[in-house]
Each structure stands twice: as C-alpha cells, then as structure tokens.
C-alpha cells in the first residue's frame, strides 16, 4: 500500500509511506488462529475418542506450525518504508527501528526500475531496493511518481 503526502513545494519534502498489503489485522489475525486451534483442538479429541491416538499429536504439531507461520507474516507485516523527496535531499527510512538506509544530495538521485519489476535509489554508487513487497502495478506507478518528485525537486533547486 503507498500513501503519498505532496509537500507544497519550497519548504516540505513528499513523503511516502509504503507498507505491505495485508487483508487482516493483527487483532483478526489472533481472531482466526484461536478459531482454527479451536476446530483443530475439537476434531482431534473427537479423534481421540474415536480410537484414533495419534490424533492430539498431529493436531499439536499442525498447530505449531500454523503458529509459527502466522508468526512469520505478522513479522513481515510490520515492515514500513519511509521516502522522502525534498529539494535537497532524498531520505529512505525503514521501521519498526526507524533505520535510516539511504541519504542523498536531490540532484544526484535517480530511480532505476527495472524490467524485473524492482524499483531502486542510485546515488554516487549506492543502491537500495525500495517497495519491494509491492505490487507490481502499484511499483510501476510508484516509480513514476518518484521520478516526476524528483524531476520537481531537480527543479527548485537548479
């Protein structure tokens, strides 16, 4: 998901946030996991009951696995880009640690997108990969957008 907030020109750089796309939150994440425990829970003492003893270890290992990777996602969830374009400067920050990973001069930045889909910062030899968790419809406009920010921002400046 990008969300763009235009700066007014002079004084206040654009900003993106980018964040994966994600149809729950973590409260609905929590949600399914304990209704799917739940039924998986339920079956396999019916199992059990049933003569089936291997039912409850199955369903435990399941569990933990299912555990794990909701674990994994709800991780990758958390992930935030943060670019800003302003006249003198472009700024990659990535949270939840707010690590600033790219600081450049405006005028020496230039957006690459390749033909692979991915959407790179260049600058006097340093590259970082941004909006990599994108959609590629949502890249393409994105790296778009970012160069015309960028081509503004050559712009107030020169």
């Known amino acids: 998901m ?4 235009p700066g007014n ?39 059990w009951l049933y ?28 992930v935030v880009e943060v670019i800003e374009v302003g006249s003198g400067e472009v700024r990659v920050s990535r949270l939840p640690v707010m690590d600033r990973v790219f600081s450049e001069g405006s005028m ?21 990969e941004i909006g990599a968790f994108l959609g590629d419809d949502e890249r393409t406009r994105f790296a778009s957008d970012l160069r015309n920010a960028l081509a503004a921002a050559h712009r107030r400046v020169g």
Do not use: Y
């Open 51 to 78: 003569g089936n003893a291997f039912a409850p270890v199955f369903a435990m290992l399941e569990l933990a696995l299912l555990g794990l990777c909701f674990g994994l996602i709800a991780k990758d969830a958390r």
């Open 108 to 128: 020496w930045v230039s957006v690459k997108h390749s033909a692979g889909g991915r959407v790179q910062l260049a600058a006097r030899g340093k590259m970082v």
């Open 9 to 47: 020109g002079e004084d206040r750089a654009d900003l993106w946030v980018l964040r994966p796309n994600r149809s729950f939150s973590a409260r609905q994440m929590v949600g399914f996991l304990l209704f799917v425990s739940t039924t998986s829970v339920a079956v396999a003492l019916l199992g």
């Open 2 to 5: 990008v969300e763009h907030q």
